[in-house]
């Protein structure tokens, strides 16, 4: 069992910055692909960025460039770091540990950029 706290969301301007960070508790957190997702008000959960247990990324296009996600295996804690926010990156967003069979979520953190 994974149990998952994001930190760090907030209120910000636009081209401002945030890092997010995801504290896991549980044992095997290496093993575990991580990823951040965001979902905005009226519009589906979606893919922000993910980490492989080796340490490979991917992003959504809408975020290259300009957020970088990274773990931290000894500290249980994956984070995001965000630049360049527009209003557009406005969602709660949600931290999530996956396996094949098996995947958990963190509660969310909301994230506001103002215009």
């Known amino acids: 069992q994974v149990q998952l706290a994001e930190s760090g969301g907030g209120l910000v301007q636009n081209g401002g910055s945030l890092r997010l960070s995801c504290a896991a508790s549980?044992?095997?957190?290496?093993?575990?692909?991580m990823g951040w997702y965001r979902q905005a008000p009226g519009k589906q959960r979606e893919l922000v960025a993910g980490i492989t247990s080796g340490g490979s990324t991917n992003y959504a296009d809408s975020v290259k460039g300009r957020f970088t996600i990274s773990r931290d295996n000894a500290k249980n804690t994956v984070y995001l770091q965000m630049t360049s926010l527009k209003p557009e990156d406005t969602a709660v967003y949600f931290c999530?540990?996956?396996?094949?069979?098996?995947?958990?979520w963190g509660p969310g953190t909301q994230v506001t950029v103002s215009s």
């Open positions: 999530n540990a996956r396996r094949p069979i098996i995947s958990y």
């Open positions: 549980g044992s095997s957190f290496g093993i575990y692909t």
